[in-house]
T-cell receptor, first 115, second 110 residues
């Protein structure tokens, strides 16, 4: 068990560029979540996968955002035409199908800065 | 809709003081409740959890009891240490739905 990993840890981009982040969950976990955290706030839910199926998307996830989990293992989050308001920490978490005991394990996050 | 409200910070305490961080929630179902902690420069870590009413979660000297009648899950520790300085998040989870409180920053002075 090596924990949840995210890549890159930091990304600086110019407004209008596209960026893609990767999340590798704990290997036996079939549930994967993406969150966005801005300074001084708690993480806000963006989307949820069970295996390869994207089962829920927040209204925060505009058309410029897309997430995939093609083989039910790693996941990617892409932001197209970035805006300064997209600057935030993007967190990934995973959990095992343990019924109500749905403890999520978080990765270190990818900090995005849009100039 | 479902929500989590926790006391605003920062909270500043001297070492060995008693800590309480209040957390209340509203939920339409029967959520599990968690406290997560974020130490400076580190990622979110699970501190403790409770899955049903009257359950008490505990870890590292911290405790919280799931109170359905008052819809609360207050975090307590009898004697804080400088190393407890961090941001604490009260979290509600029900299925895939996850709602974080805004976080409470704790500073512990030596």
């Amino acid at each position: 068990d090596t924990g949840v990993s995210q890549d890159p840890r930091h990304k600086i981009t110019k407004r209008g560029q596209n960026v893609t982040f990767r999340c590798d969950p704990i290997s036996e976990h079939n549930r994967l979540y993406w969150y966005r955290q801005t300074l001084g706030q708690g993480p806000e839910f963006l989307t949820y996968f069970q295996n390869e199926a994207q089962l829920e998307k927040s209204r925060l996830l505009s058309d410029r955002f897309s997430a995939e989990r093609p083989k039910g293992s790693f996941s990617t989050l892409e932001i197209q035409r970035t805006e300064q308001g997209d600057s935030a920490m993007y967190l990934c978490a995973s959990s095992a199908p343990a019924g109500v005991l749905d403890t999520q394990y978080f990765g270190p996050g990818t900090r995005l800065t849009v100039l | 809709g479902d929500s989590v409200t926790q006391m605003e910070g920062p909270v500043t305490l001297s070492e060995e003081a008693f800590l309480t961080i209040n957390c209340t929630y509203t939920a339409t179902g029967y959520p599990s409740l968690f406290w997560y902690v974020q130490y400076p420069g580190e990622g979110l870590q699970l501190l403790l959890k409770a899955t049903k009413a009257d359950d008490k979660g505990s870890n590292k000297g911290f405790e919280a009891t799931y109170r359905k009648e008052t819809t609360s899950f207050h975090l307590e520790k009898g004697s804080v240490q400088v190393s407890d300085s961090a941001v604490y998040f009260c979290v509600l989870m029900w299925g895939f739905k996850t709602i974080f409180g805004a976080g409470t920053r704790l500073f512990v002075k030596a």
